[in-house]
């Protein structure tokens, strides 16, 4: 991974957001930090707070060689169990960290009472904090997986924080263009052939196609995702290859590249 840019992605922990309680809001933030940083999201999970499914997914995510960011039930009470699935799924003990012990013991005192709350920072064997500005109770990463709560005051400085931290070599905000047109009386089925050359053409670009169901009948918007210069040429060339199939378009979003 220190050659190129990983995959990010998101697991969103909790019961409570599965039975419609609350609403989840970290996607979008998380969206919204990566796409400021020049990054993206690969993968999104929303699982409940059974200890064995939050053990198995991490020994998934930890397989692979994606950075996660996890949110949700890394307190001290009985329904938070991500501390102990994580050291699970890593099969390590899980220890007080030094430098979270350290950050309690600023907060509270010394020592730290009650003395439960020292299990705010019992972590897996070899994790390192991650500062928590709101009430300095830390967050822990460990393998490329950064585990916080799930508050979003707290998480979302969190996150921007490990972003920066751990990974501003990859950061660049200049990297990721984004344009799209919308082909008003287009199906899916008039654009298969040109969409399969596209791919071809240019395997470097994410190219998606949404259709839509209007009032006055079928549009279709067809997107490319990559670097800006090879997103205005290849836009221009399906706008272009649009025409050629007899259809008219129309900008739907359009990235700085066209605005030079």
Known sequence: ??????????????????????????????????????????????????????????????????????????????????????????????????????????????????????????????????????NQVPGFSIAHHHFMPGFPSMAWPMMAWVLDHHYSQWQDAERLAEQAIAVDGARESDMIPLLERFERDYPDLRLSCLPTLREDGFSLELGLRGSPAAVGTAMEALRGAVEALGFDWRVVAIDAVDRD
């Open 1 to 134: 991974m220190a050659d190129s840019i990983p995959g990010f992605g998101l697991i969103v922990i909790g019961d409570e957001l599965l039975s419609g309680k609350r609403s989840d809001k970290h996607f979008p933030h998380l969206l919204e930090l990566l796409a400021e940083r020049g990054l993206e999201l690969r993968w999104v999970r929303m699982i409940s707070d059974e200890p064995t499914l939050i053990t198995r997914t991490l020994e998934e995510t930890l397989a692979g060689g994606d950075v996660v960011f996890s949110c949700g039930g890394i307190g001290a009470t009985p329904d938070d169990r991500t501390r102990q699935c994580a050291a699970a799924a890593l099969g390590r003990p899980l220890i007080p960290q030094p430098e979270g012990v350290a950050m309690l013991e600023e907060r509270f005192g010394r020592p730290v009472e009650p003395a439960h709350r020292l299990q705010l920072v019992e972590f897996p064997e070899g994790s390192d904090v991650i500062p928590n500005p709101v």
